[in-house]
Each structure stands twice: as structure tokens, then as C-alpha cells.
């Protein structure tokens, strides 16, 4: 059996009272996008930082290709690529100049920094500097950092937060293409849609514990979403009789998405009995993005249990992390009105910091 990159099992850590990740088996391929997804506050980063020694885990067990972390981690940490911290580099120089920096620190060959700028999409702007980049190129240059000592396992944590979408094709583009080339790529996100098309395989978890994870035609197909589209001339009537049914209802235009009732006829025949009458009825086929909102239904970390970002990034810098070991951010997308990321509301509201 090949040896996976990341394994890890019943991994729990605790903030005082707060469960952050609760007996988390994950089982990460080697070769290829994973996709690390799961509501906001749902323990992914603290995973992160687990497995990159950066946080203690309170029990549990973690390998990375084999090697125990953190025991191990020296052994293996020449092999993992991470962005999780704010980047480091200097903004009057340019790009390859950081790079260049960064090379000799390391060790690596002047030659890889023109390899891995052509990787990352940056050779055309390589003589530019830093403090003009944008915030997609900024964020494909600490891509391009963590690729410069040729790492087999690469770690991003929400790595499109704060990105517009044409920053977001290229980050996504670079790590299909890392996964292509054999890599592994693990990649946080809590908008399943930026990582859903180009993942492999996925893990899905919500409040610290594994949701489903697998190839993600699996994970699709294992479940059932039993939804129908319906409608009517009188939505708001037709909604009333079904949620008296017991059904699930959500209003989508003017259309009806009723879920929990596996024969379509039924909803004809409840809604005829008080004479209205269905003009469409369109079986909604599951893809990872309704079984993502289905499965992390309330998973969300409440919302009156949840500090708010300015305080819980307060309290990481606090927090027990040494230095992280690659240069990288975590910008938070704001909303119009400045006060959170503006797609961070799940389908129950509750996603928002
Ligand atoms: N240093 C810390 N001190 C106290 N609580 C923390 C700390 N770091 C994380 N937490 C809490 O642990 C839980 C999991 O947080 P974590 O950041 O791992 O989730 P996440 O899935 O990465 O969320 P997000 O997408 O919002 O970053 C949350 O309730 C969070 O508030």
C-alpha cells in the first residue's frame, strides 16, 4: 500500500473549554489536490498547524509521508512547502530579488528561482517590484517561495481570501498544476466552489470532526440530495403546504428547493389537494457543493461561542506558534460594509465570523 501524505488519527486540541478539533482521522493521498474544506471556525487551520509543529496537539497521532510529527518533523520538513503566515518579503525589491534571498538562505540554486518564477506564471513580472503586485501575484510569489526547495507536499491555508476571481483562476490554476506534476497539494478553503473543481480528493469537516472524505466523485456519489426543484404560480402558498408536510423549503427566485421527500410525486399530489398546481418539478442532481452544505449543516462553529476575527487572530499571535517556516497570508475578503468576508454566510447564516 502506498504510503499517504498526510495520516492522521483521532487528533484533538482544545482552547480551554473550546473543542477546536476533535478526534480528526484525516487520510490524505499522496499525489494530487486535496481539499481541506469545512465551515469557518471548523478546526482547519489549527490541523494545519498541528502537522506543521507550529501548534501541540492534546492527543492523537500525525504522519506525514510516513514520519511521525512532530517527532519526526526534521526528518520529513524538507519535503513540506506551507503558506500560513503573513508574507515576508521586502516590497522595494523585486520579485526575484526576494527570491534570489530567499534561494541563498536556503540553500536552493539561483537556477531554481527562475524555474519556479516560470511555474508560478511571474517570469514576465520577475523584475518588478514587490509593493506593485498585485494581491494574486503577491499571493502565486509565496507559492513560488515554498516551491523553491522543490517540496513534495504542499500546504495552503485558504489561500485565495481576499482575491478577486481573476487572482483566484491563478492560484487555483498553479495548484492543479502542482497536483499534475505529482505533488501533493493540501488546500484549505471554507468556499467549497474554489476548490471543488480542482480537487482530487476531498476531507470535509465540521466542529473538529471528519465529515466524509475521499475521491470526490465518491463523496458525491455516496449521497443522495434529495431536492426538487419546483414551480409555482403561488410560491409562497405552495411553501406553506409543504413545510406543514414536513418538508424542507427554501425559496430560490421563484422557484421552491424542497428537500426530504424522495418521490417528486408526492410533492404534486400534496400541493394539487389544495389546488395548486405544479408547472415544473426538476430533480436537483447532488454536486460536492449541495453535499458540502448538506453535510456541514450546523457545523459551523456557533455563533455565540465564537469570538470574532480581530480577537481570534489576536489570539493566535498570543498562541503558542514559533515562526512559520514559509512566508504566505491570510488576508480576510471584507464585505461592502467592511465588517467580514463578503462569501463567508453559509446556506444557514451562520458561517460569518
Ligand atoms: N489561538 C487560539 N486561541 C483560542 N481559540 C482558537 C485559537 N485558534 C483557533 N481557535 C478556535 O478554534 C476553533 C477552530 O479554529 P480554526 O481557525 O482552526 O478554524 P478554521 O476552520 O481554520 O476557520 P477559518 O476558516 O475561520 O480560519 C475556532 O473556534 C477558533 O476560534
Do not use: C
Not at 503558542?320 to 497570508?329: C, L, T
Amino acid at each position: 500500500m502506498s504510503v499517504l501524505a498526510i495520516e492522521t488519527h483521532a487528533l484533538r486540541k482544545t482552547y480551554g473549554r473550546r473543542v477546536a478539533v476533535n478526534d480528526l482521522d484525516l487520510a490524505v493521498p499522496a499525489g494530487g489536490v486535496h481539499g481541506f474544506l469545512g465551515p469557518n471556525g471548523s478546526g482547519k487551520t489549527t490541523s494545519i498547524r498541528m502537522l506543521l509543529g507550529l501548534v501541540r496537539a492534546d492527543s492523537g497521532t500525525m504522519r506525514i509521508f510516513g514520519h511521525d510529527v512532530p517527532r519526526e518533523l526534521p526528518s520529513v520538513v524538507a519535503r513540506v512547502g506551507a503558506i500560513v503566515e503573513s508574507p515576508k518579503f521586502f516590497p522595494t525589491f523585486t520579485a526575484r530579488k526576494n527570491l534570489n534571498l530567499l534561494a541563498d538562505a536556503i540553500g536552493a540554486p539561483r537556477t531554481r528561482v527562475e524555474e519556479v518564477l516560470a511555474e508560478t506564471g511571474l517570469a514576465d513580472r520577475a523584475k518588478d517590484r514587490y509593493a506593485g503586485y498585485s494581491l494574486g501575484m503577491k499571493q502565486r510569489l509565496a507559492v513560488a517561495a515554498t516551491l523553491l526547495k522543490s517540496p513534495d507536499l504542499l500546504i495552503f491555508d485558504e489561500p485565495t481570501n481576499g482575491l478577486d476571481p481573476s487572482g483566484i483562476r491563478e492560484i487555483r490554476d498553479t495548484m492543479r498544476s502542482l497536483g499534475e506534476q505529482g505533488r501533493t497539494v493540501l488546500v484549505s478553503s471554507h468556499i467549497l466552489a474554489e476548490v471543488g473543481q480542482i480537487a482530487d480528493t476531498v476531507s470535509i469537516i465540521g466542529r473538529g470532526r471528519l465529515l466524509a472524505s475521499g475521491p470526490v466523485a465518491e463523496v458525491i456519489g455516496n449521497r443522495t440530495v434529495d431536492a426538487v426543484r419546483v414551480g409555482v404560480a403561488d410560491a409562497a402558498g405552495a411553501q406553506a403546504v409543504l413545510l406543514a408536510a414536513g418538508l424542507r423549503v427554501t425559496p430560490e427566485g421563484d422557484m421552491l428547493l424542497v428537500r426530504d421527500e424522495p418521490d417528486p410525486a408526492r410533492i404534486t399530489y400534496l400541493l394539487a389537494q389544495r389546488e395548486i398546481y405544479v408547472r415544473e418539478l426538476l430533480p436537483v442532481r447532488a454536486d460536492l457543493e449541495s453535499v458540502f452544505l448538506e453535510l456541514t449543516r450546523g457545523e459551523g462553529l456557533p455563533v455565540e461561542h465564537r469570538a470574532s476575527g480581530r480577537d481570534r487572530r489576536r489570539g493566535r499571535r498570543r498562541s503558542d506558534a514559533p515562526p512559520a517556516p514559509q512566508a504566505g497570508g491570510r488576508p480576510v475578503a471584507r464585505s461592502a460594509d467592511g465588517t467580514g468576508s463578503a462569501d463567508e454566510t453559509g446556506a444557514d447564516g451562520r458561517w460569518d465570523r
